[in-house]
């Protein structure tokens, strides 16, 4: 068995407070990275309603929450003004609508740190076309 006297205890103690904080630091920021992501999807429902979610919607598959988010495949782009100004969602929601008619895929910026009534916020969508498998 290793003790340790003097010195050695205190730079142990030192060493070992500083891991601790390293150790913190780290899991904080990694929590941080994960609460927003971009998910490549198809558009496959919307759905609009005055007081709730932020009235206007957008279906995504597959699912944010595929990529660890905490987020059901419902997206809000907040058509209310609560986490965006209407202009910006009324723009978003446009992108989805177009995405959804011509089958199009988005690039859509989700982020679970921000949500209305437990819908995650899109922050941004993009229409991108088709995605082609290249894979052999």
Not at 24 to 31: D, G, I, P, R, T
Not at 76 to 99: E, I, R, V
Request: charged letters at 10%.
């Amino acid at each position: 068995m290793i003790t340790f006297h003097g010195k050695g205890l205190a730079y142990l103690k030192r060493y070992l407070s500083t891991f601790a904080a390293a150790c913190a630091l780290v899991a904080l920021s990694s929590a941080a990275l994960a609460a927003t992501d971009r998910i490549t999807a198809n558009v496959e429902r919307i759905q609009t309603q005055a007081g709730i979610y932020g009235g206007c919607m957008a279906y995504l598959n597959p699912s944010p929450g595929t990529l660890g988010l905490n987020c059901s495949n419902w997206v809000t782009m907040s058509c209310d003004g609560t986490l965006q100004s209407k202009s910006a969602a009324s723009h978003a929601m446009s992108q989805a609508q177009l995405a959804m008619v011509t089958g199009y895929y988005v690039i859509a910026q989700i982020t679970d740190s921000q949500d209305i009534n437990g819908i995650c916020f899109a922050e941004r969508i993009t229409v991108i076309g088709q995605v082609v498998d290249v894979t052999p």
